[in-house]
Nanobody, 125 residues
Framework: QVQLVESGGGLVQAGGSLRLSCAASGRTFSSYAMGWFRQALGKEREFVAAIRWNADNTYYKDSVKGRFTISRDNAKITVFLQMNSLKPEDTGVYYC??????????????????WGQGTQVTVSS
């Protein structure tokens, strides 16, 4: 069982930065891939970034490449999403997720078994 709690969201002007954190509980955290998804008002939840358990592989939505960086600290059982050069279209509720599927891609919501409650990110123009 893994529980996830996001923090670090807030209101920022376009061009600014935020760092999201996702604190996990559970002894098996290091065996899971971790992902960040977001959901804008009236839209479906979409993949943002993911990182494998050993941090050797990271994945990003095309529109955030070069601006967002995902990282993890297995000792502190925390995953981070550093978001720079934020744009109004980055606005949404950001969710942290943990999973280990061998059937579907790590970039899909179906890969993940555990989800946090989300943290709001609002980027003003």
């Amino acid at each position: 069982q893994v529980q996830l709690v996001e923090s670090g969201g807030g209101l920022v002007q376009a061009g600014g930065s935020l760092r999201l954190s996702c604190a996990a509980s559970g002894r098996t955290f290091s065996s899971y891939a971790m992902g960040w998804f977001r959901q804008a008002l009236g839209k479906e939840r979409e993949f943002v970034a993911a990182i494998r358990w050993n941090a050797d592989n990271t994945y990003y939505k095309d529109s955030v490449k070069g601006r967002f960086t995902i990282s993890r600290d297995n000792a502190k059982i925390t995953v981070f999403l550093q978001m720079n050069s934020l744009k109004p279209e980055d606005t949404g509720v950001y969710y942290c997720a943990a999973g280990s599927s061998t059937i579907v891609p790590v970039t899909t919501a179906q890969f993940y078994r555990y989800w946090g409650q989300g943290t709001q990110v609002t980027v003003s123009s």
